[in-house]
Nanobody, 123 residues
Framework: VQLQASGGGLVWAGGSLRLSCAAS????????TGWFRQAPGKEREFVAA????????YFADSVKGRFTVFRDNAKNMMYLQMNSLKPEDTALYYC?????????????????WGQGTQVTVSS
């Protein structure tokens, strides 16, 4: 399984970005997938996750109401839509996949990781 995250960039506070995660070697609809981020000098933290069927989603409190997570099964892609971005959202964002259908907020529950895409929010 290989994951490739993309879509990061520089955006003004209040703006939006959509991150993409392309999966190869396994369909995104067969397992739970998640997004994590790591800001400079901080530990990696959970952002969002979605179950294999798409009916269950989890969000970190810091992004709830601003971020959504969804998939395009036909393209085997997963997305993180980020709206109302804040400078504190600046981080390297990673997509990840579990070996199970239910999502998790725990980093150690994810087996496969993408390489990360940088998001910088300027005030």
């Amino acid at each position: 399984v290989q994951l490739q995250a993309s879509g990061g960039g520089l955006v003004w506070a209040g703006g939006s970005l959509r991150l993409s995660c392309a999966a190869s070697g396994r369909t995104v609809s067969s397992v739970a997938t998640g997004w994590f981020r790591q800001a400079p000098g901080k530990e990696r933290e959970f952002v969002a996750a979605i179950s294999s069927g798409g009916s269950t989603t989890y969000f970190a409190d810091s992004v709830k109401g601003r971020f959504t997570v969804f998939r395009d099964n036909a393209k085997n892609m997963m997305y993180l839509q980020m709206n109302s971005l804040k400078p504190e959202d600046t981080a390297l964002y990673y997509c990840a996949q579990r070996d199970y259908t239910l999502p998790s907020r725990a980093e150690y529950d994810y087996t496969y990781w993408g390489q990360g895409t940088q998001v910088t929010v300027s005030s």
